[in-house]
C-alpha cells in the first residue's frame, strides 16, 4: 500500500516516460508570452535599454565603444589598394592613417614632390601634442581630486590610512600646470 498520493500529472509524466513521449507536456502553464517580431539584417531595436542589430546573420548588442573598436581593428587588406597587410609596419600605420605602410610611403613621397609636406608634418606632430595635453589635463585632475587621506585593504584583512604629503603634492599641481602652460604655448605659436 503507497503512503503517498500521486497528482494526475505524475500520473501522466509516468506515462509519457513509459511511451518514449517524454518531452509531451503533464500540464498547462498561463502567464505572460512576449510579442515575438522577427527582425532582418540590418534593424536595429532596444529592449530593457540595450540597443540590438542583427550584422552577418548574428543578433550583437550594439554599444557606445563600437565606433572605437571598428577604429583600431586592423583589416586584413588596405582599404585603398586592397593589398594584404601583413607586414608589421602596417600595424602601426594603420591606426594613424587608415592605409598600410606602402600607401602610407607613397601620400607623403606625392606630398615631398609637391612641397607639402613639412606642413603635413606639423599637423601630426600638432595632433599628438594636443593628445598629450588632454592626457595632461586628466592627470592634473585625478591629483587635484585626490584627498589627503586615502585608506587601502591589505591582503590579511587590515585597514592601513596613508597620509599624502600636501606640500609635495602642491609642489606637483605646481609643475604640471607649468608644463601644460608650456604645451599650450607651443601650440599656439
Known amino acids: 500500500m503507497l503512503k503517498k498520493e500521486f497528482r494526475s500529472r505524475d500520473v501522466q509524466r509516468m506515462r509519457n516516460i513509459i511511451t518514449k513521449k517524454s518531452g509531451d507536456r503533464t500540464g498547462v502553464q498561463v502567464g505572460y508570452t512576449p510579442e515575438h517580431i522577427e527582425y532582418k539584417e540590418g534593424d536595429m531595436w532596444e529592449v530593457d535599454g540595450k540597443q540590438w542589430t542583427i550584422k552577418n546573420g548574428l543578433k550583437q548588442t550594439t554599444t557606445k565603444l563600437d565606433g572605437i573598436r571598428k577604429r583600431i581593428?586592423?583589416?586584413?587588406?588596405?582599404?585603398?589598394?586592397?593589398?594584404?597587410?601583413?607586414?608589421?609596419?602596417d600595424k602601426v600605420m594603420y591606426p594613424?592613417?587608415?592605409?598600410?605602410?606602402?600607401?602610407?610611403?607613397?601620400?607623403?613621397?606625392?606630398?615631398?614632390?609637391?612641397?607639402?609636406?613639412?606642413?603635413?608634418?606639423?599637423?601630426?606632430?600638432?595632433?599628438?601634442?594636443?593628445?598629450?595635453l588632454k592626457e595632461m589635463e586628466?592627470?592634473?585632475?585625478?591629483?587635484?581630486?585626490?584627498?589627503?587621506?586615502?585608506?587601502?585593504?591589505?591582503?590579511?584583512?587590515?585597514?592601513?590610512?596613508?597620509?599624502?604629503?600636501?606640500?609635495?603634492?602642491?609642489e606637483l599641481v605646481t609643475g604640471m600646470q607649468e608644463y601644460i602652460q608650456k604645451i599650450k604655448d607651443t601650440l599656439n605659436s
Open 138 to 170: 586628466n592627470a592634473l585632475l585625478e591629483v587635484l581630486m585626490m584627498t589627503g587621506g586615502e585608506s587601502f585593504v591589505t591582503e590579511a584583512g587590515d585597514i592601513e590610512a596613508w597620509k599624502n604629503n600636501d606640500s609635495g603634492r602642491q
Open 73 to 89: 581593428s586592423m583589416p586584413l587588406t588596405c582599404p585603398k589598394c586592397k593589398q594584404a597587410m601583413t607586414n608589421r609596419l
Open 96 to 132: 594613424i592613417h587608415t592605409i598600410c605602410f606602402d600607401c602610407t610611403i607613397k601620400y607623403e613621397t606625392k606630398l615631398k614632390l609637391e612641397g607639402k609636406f613639412e606642413e603635413y608634418q606639423l599637423n601630426i606632430n600638432k595632433q599628438g601634442l594636443i593628445y598629450h
